[in-house]
């Protein structure tokens, strides 16, 4: 019920902003419609950058450091203290600004709501620009207030909609002391895998959490976990979890791709083939299509060709090594690397 209502208020929100759209463009009909279409696209661009500046900002004014920076597929991370040029994405985001705390029980609401705060702060300034008269600036004033108010309102009010949650649910969720502390314990993983370190080599303090507890950021604590599994080559531990997790309600959509992409590649290696063609099916490998260069799925997509369809898919595992190379966690490629190796020793095994 909460999903359709998110769903809801989502479209509400897109379409207030397709009929300041329509009206603008009613409004200035005698201009140039590339002029239209192009100020309307550089302020969705323009607004993506100033959304997560806003992070960024406010994050750094709450004693985080800085760790990365992403708007589309361009990304600045630091890495053993140099800042490194990136290609990377994550499905149904824009951009993402990720920093370090400096505990786990850091206060990061301004943080979390720093994108919305400078997104209408950009109204106010758009607003301010309309007091010189100059048609252009107007035009691009309304278009970039229309397209801000936007961006404020599907990031501020609290939703889940597609893969992920909003920063103001974020934000929701952080009120609670236990979701605050898995939330900054994600930014601490997510720190040392941007400096080479594989899930196994990570303090296991950052992983720990209440087994009872199934709100989100802690949910997204059990994924980290359950992920560490597989790095830790501890597959039956890892079976048990992914499975309690695949039909937990509080886990991000994203995630369970994830998790149900890797419950494939253990099942391969079991030669489980019920439970590979169970989860393995056309709907997912559908849905699997926005993480299509994702090394996880590659990884997993290789395995089922080389165990289930006894394929050595060369172009499959070719995609894996070029994606590898330019991924910026390079533990998380360590990490895969191995589990590619284990299915290859397995393969090496039954002959």
Request: hydrophobic share 45%; glycine share 4%; charged share 20%.
């Amino acid at each position: 019920m909460k999903k359709t209502i998110d769903k809801k208020l989502y479209w509400l929100f897109f379409l207030i902003y397709l009929i300041g759209i329509v009206l603008i463009t009613i409004f200035y009909v005698d201009y140039s419609l590339f002029l239209l279409v192009g100020f309307n696209v550089l302020s969705l661009i323009l607004a993506t950058i100033i959304h997560e500046l806003g992070h960024l900002v406010f994050g750094l004014i709450s004693n985080y450091q800085f760790v990365s920076f992403r708007i589309f597929n361009f990304m600045l991370i630091k890495e053993n203290n140099k800042i490194k040029i990136k290609s990377y994405s994550i499905p149904n985001t824009l951009g993402q600004c990720l920093l370090l705390p400096r505990s786990s029980e850091q206060k990061s609401m301004l943080y979390n709501l720093g994108g919305v705060i400078f997104n209408f702060l950009t109204i106010v300034m758009m607003l301010l620009l309309l007091f010189i008269n100059n048609p252009y600036i107007w035009l691009f004033s309304f278009i970039m207030i229309n397209t801000s108010l936007f961006f404020a309102l599907t990031n501020g009010v609290p939703l889940k909609v597609g893969l992920v949650s909003n920063d103001g649910k974020n934000a929701q969720n952080l009120k609670d002391k236990n979701e605050l502390r898995a939330f900054n314990n994600i930014l601490f993983i997510n720190y040392y895998l941007s400096n080479n370190y594989r899930l196994d080599q990570i303090d296991e303090q950052y992983f720990t959490f209440n087994e009872s507890n199934n709100k989100e950021h802690t949910m997204s604590i059990k994924v980290v976990y359950f992920s560490r599994l597989l790095a830790f080559k501890k597959f039956e531990e890892a079976l048990a979890l992914g499975n309690k997790l695949l039909n937990e309600e509080n886990v991000l959509p994203l995630y369970k791709l994830q998790i149900q992409n890797d419950l494939v590649y253990l099942y391969c290696l079991n030669d489980d083939l019920e439970n590979v063609q169970r989860l393995y099916n056309d709907q997912f490998i559908k849905s699997l299509k926005p993480l299509r260069n994702n090394i996880s799925v590659l990884r997993t997509k290789y395995v089922y060709h080389l165990l289930v369809l006894n394929d050595n898919n060369e172009k499959i595992y070719q995609s894996f090594i070029n994606f590898s190379k330019v991924h910026p966690y390079k533990g998380e490629v360590m990490s895969e690397v191995m589990l590619i190796d284990q299915a290859r020793n397995r393969t090496l095994q039954d002959k």
